[in-house]
C-alpha cells in the first residue's frame, strides 16, 4: 500500500446501516428537533473520525452506547460536529437596522417605568448575535444605558459554541463601523480583538435546548431565534414557535432570519420580513 493509499483508509468515513442510521436520527430529532432524515453524508463525513478516536469500532457500538446511556460527554461531543455554528456580526444588517429604528424606541417607551428589557437570543452560537444586539441596544440608549437592564439570555444547545461565546474574542469583520470598534472592543496582541465589559456583562450565556419547554423567571420583549429552525422539520418548528409565543410579552416581538418564514397559522402578526409581533 502506498502512503498515500494508506491515508486514504485512515480518513475514509465509516459506514452506516439503514437500522443505525434511523436509530440515530430519530434520537437526534425527538430530542433536539434537528433534522437529519436527509443528512447521512453529513454524519458519516463529520461523525467517522470523532466515533474512532472514541475508541468505537462501529456506528452501532456508539449508537448503542449513547442509547443506553445518554452519555452527555458524548452527545455533547455528536450535537458540536452535527450542528452548524456558522454566524457572524452584522448578519442581516437591515434587520437589525430595523431592530433599532422600530423594534427598541417601542420597548423603550414600553418600560420606561421599570427601565428593564427582556431579550433572547436563541440559539447564539458563539456569541456574535447577542453581543450585536448588546451594541445597539447600548448605542441607542447612549448616556441613559446605566440606568437600564439590558441583558440580554442567549442560549444554544452547543457548548462548544457557548465556550466560544464566553470568551469573546474575535477576528473583526469589515462591516463593523469604526467607532464600534473603538467602543466596544479592546485589541489583542495577536490581532483578534475582545469584547469590552459593557458588552460582556450585558449577556448571559446558557446551555439550553430549544426542544425543552421555556421555563424562565420572565416573559420576553423581543426573541431573536435566527438561522436556528432551518434545521427542524415543520411541525417541530410550529410547536417551538407555540413555545416562544407563550413566552412572549403582549406586543413583544420574534425575529427569524430572511431566509426563512412561518407557518400562515403562525399566533404572530407578520409585522415586516422576518419581523413578527404577538
Ligand atoms: C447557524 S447558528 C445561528 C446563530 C445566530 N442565531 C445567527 O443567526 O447567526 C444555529 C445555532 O442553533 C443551535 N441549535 C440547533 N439546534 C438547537 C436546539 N435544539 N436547541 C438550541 N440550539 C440549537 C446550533 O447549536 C447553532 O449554534
Given at each position: ?20 442510521f ?24 463529520r ?5 474512532k ?39 442581516e ?6 431592530f ?49 437592564d ?7 444547545i452547543?457548548?462548544q459554541?457557548?465556550n ?14 469604526a ?13 483578534r ?11 448571559i450565556?446558557q ?7 421555556i ?12 438561522n ?13 414557535v ?25 399566533p ?11
Open positions: 500500500m502506498t502512503d498515500s493509499n494508506h491515508q486514504g483508509a485512515v480518513f475514509s468515513p465509516m459506514t452506516i446501516s439503514d437500522a443505525d434511523r436509530r440515530l436520527a430519530n434520537f437526534v430529532h425527538s430530542t433536539y428537533g434537528i433534522d437529519l432524515s436527509q443528512k447521512r453524508q453529513l454524519i458519516t463525513g461523525l467517522s473520525v470523532t466515533i478516536q472514541l475508541g468505537y469500532k462501529s456506528f452501532t457500538d456508539f449508537i448503542d452506547h449513547i442509547l443506553k446511556t445518554r452519555d452527555e460527554k458524548e452527545i455533547t461531543l455528536l450535537l458540536n460536529k452535527l450542528t452548524t455554528n456558522y454566524t457572524f456580526f452584522m448578519r444588517q437591515d434587520h437589525l437596522d430595523y433599532r429604528d422600530h423594534i427598541i424606541p417601542e420597548i423603550v417607551r414600553r418600560h420606561e417605568k421599570d427601565k428593564s428589557l427582556a431579550i433572547w437570543s436563541a440559539g447564539c452560537s458563539t456569541g456574535e448575535e447577542p453581543y450585536n444586539i448588546s451594541m445597539y441596544l447600548l448605542d441607542y440608549l447612549g448616556a441613559q444605558a446605566s440606568q437600564w439590558t441583558r440580554i439570555l442567549a442560549t444554544d452547543s457548548a459554541a457557548l466560544t461565546a464566553k470568551q469573546g474574542i474575535y477576528e473583526l469583520p469589515d462591516t463593523i463601523p467607532e464600534w470598534r473603538r467602543k466596544y472592543f479592546i485589541d489583542q496582541k495577536d490581532g480583538h475582545a469584547v469590552c465589559p459593557a458588552l460582556k456583562n450585558n449577556v450565556f446551555p439550553f435546548n430549544l426542544m425543552e419547554p421555563k424562565f423567571r420572565r416573559k420576553f420583549d423581543v426573541i431573536f431565534c435566527r436556528v429552525m432551518i434545521y427542524f422539520d415543520q411541525p417541530t418548528k410550529d410547536a417551538l407555540q413555545r416562544f409565543y407563550d413566552a412572549t410579552n403582549p406586543g413583544g416581538y420574534l425575529l427569524i432570519s430572511y431566509s426563512e418564514n412561518l407557518s400562515p397559522g403562525t404572530y402578526r407578520r409585522l415586516a420580513p422576518a419581523t413578527f409581533q404577538k
